[in-house]
């Protein structure tokens, strides 16, 4: 009797490709999350909001678990959802000091820090240094 060879294919032993709509799904999960954020930061601009959100409260509007819009956030940009509110925030707070001459704790205000020394927290360890010595070396500059 001969004998032949069977191969059985079992599927989990082997990678199977992801459905396009799975793979298109990071990329709509990403999108949503930086037009809600989008959105939130022109209401905090606006003072349309007045309490600082993170990153479990977007996950709750897209109706998705924080650890999984973690993860797609890092995957599909590189950055946590946390790295990119924090620059957003810095970026926003670096205009408003160039633009604006709103003192430091109207800022920190306006950005939903209850205290302005969390704020200046904040920025120091963005920057490397106090919001008020950025503006003064603009000034400085500007004279120049």
Do not use: W
């Not at 509007?61 to 650890?67: A, D, Q, R």
């Not at 946390?82 to 920190?108: G, Y």
């Amino acid at each position: 009797m001969i004998k032949k060879k069977v191969h059985l294919y079992y599927p989990y032993f082997y990678p199977m490709p992801l459905p396009k709509k799975v793979l298109s799904r990071k990329d709509e999960i990403t999108a949503d999350f930086l037009r809600l954020f989008d959105q939130y930061v022109d209401d905090l601009l606006h003072q349309r909001a007045t309490v600082r959100f993170h990153t479990s409260h977007f996950a709750a509007m897209l109706f998705i678990h924080p650890i999984h819009l973690t993860n797609t956030i890092k995957l599909t940009t590189g950055k946590s959802p946390c790295e990119i509110m924090e620059e957003r925030l810095l970026e926003e707070a670096q205009k408003m000091l160039r633009q604006t001459e709103m003192s430091v704790a109207d800022i920190s205000y306006k950005l939903a820090y209850g205290e302005p020394t969390n704020f200046i927290k904040f920025y120091k360890s963005m920057t490397g240094t106090t919001p008020l010595r950025y503006r003064k070396a603009l000034k400085i500059a500007a004279l120049v």
